[in-house]
């Protein structure tokens, strides 16, 4: 794929921000499933449906690689010109595949504890150790307005926190509640690996986004085959509601999606469909925006999604509104927009080293060589035409 302009990466950023809104109430839904008096609490084969979504994206890959075959070749050349490998070891994908996995069963653990607008919004705090990973692996620096973002937003989501702990409903159980929050907290290390990595991978190989999430789909595909065969056999924790008593049970699962009976299918059925086409698109364009923005920009879709998320769910009466967590969304808010120097505050030197005034100065430190060389040839051209007067 060629560069895009600022026009296509902001349609990327909005499609992506979409999907990932539709991606969380589809998965949401099969939670809230109940089939036969069984509630749905399959995680470890949502990570599955996942990885098998990603897989599929190896065919958009292929057709690309088909139908544009000069311009991928094209593409090829100017990377390697750029210094960019051609060839990698697919083994590697192994690696951030690893953490996906991690993180979305983790992930899918945490949001079956509790509502999907809470979920939603803690998610978006991976933002946090995404920037400090980028600033210790992809030597990122970072500034006072990127400081005061981060803090706004750790304070926001302690508000939030807080507000879903105390106002939670007499069904919420608080320990589940608290164990989410921790296990969404714990999922945030996994996350922001991946991010990075992938970003690295981008920044030394040349690689189509469609590609890399496909490997990352088969070889998560085969991960998460060995954790069924392991979790499968392991007792669940007497203060979770696990089927048939154990972390996961496969027989189960195929048992409550495929019997058409009861008020929640076919819904069940549709959902469980519907969200491996839409992993599919995800996981592409998240990693699209990986590559033509920065891991950090996937990163904080994640916050701006939640609001939209939270209006939906009340819509459905899956939530309520509360003052408190409105008030975390929006300190949160400007702690995103001040990082990302949308808001720009100009005083005690947040404004001193803003991303367009370091790139001005680069510009500037780069045109005084080409002026004292300009200078040289004009000088020496002087002294030239000095000599053949002077002859």
Known sequence: ?????????????????LI????????????RSVVNG????????????????EALCFLWFIGYKKKYREQYAKEAQQAAEKGLKLEINKAIYAIPTLFDFLSSTVSFFAMNMMPLS??????????????????????????????LGLFLTVAGFIVIGVT????????????????????????????SSQLVLEEKLFSQYHLNPFEVVGYEGFWGIFITWIALNIFSYIPCPSNMDCPDGMMESVPTFFKTVFTMEGDDQPTLLIMIILSIFII??????GLCVTKYASAMSRSLMGVLSPFLVWMITIGLGWDK????????????TFGVLIYNEIIVIPLFGFNLNLKKN?????????????????EKRDSENKNLASSENAV
């Open 321 to 332: 509104w509360k003052v408190g967590q409105f008030v975390g969304y929006v300190v949160i």
């Open 118 to 147: 809470i979920y939603y919004m803690f998610r978006g705090a991976g933002i946090m150790v995404t920037a400090l990973f980028s600033v210790l692996f992809l030597k990122r620096v970072l500034y006072r307005q990127n400081y």
């Open 358 to 374: 370091i790139l001005k100065r680069q510009q500037e430190l780069e045109a005084i060589p080409k002026e004292q060389e300009l």
């Open 280 to 285: 599919m698109l995800l996981n592409g364009l």
């Open 1 to 17: 794929m060629a560069n895009l302009s600022v026009v296509q990466v902001n349609i990327l950023l909005l499609t992506l921000l």
């Open 164 to 191: 879903a702990i105390v106002l939670s409903d007499s069904s919420q159980d608080n320990n589940q509640l608290i164990l989410g929050i921790i296990l969404i907290i714990f999922s945030f290390v996994f996350t």
């Open 38 to 53: 069984v509630q749905f609490n399959h995680p470890f084969m949502q990570s599955m449906l996942m990885f098998i979504g």
């Open 20 to 31: 990932s809104i539709a991606s969380g109430l589809c998965f949401k839904q099969q939670q």
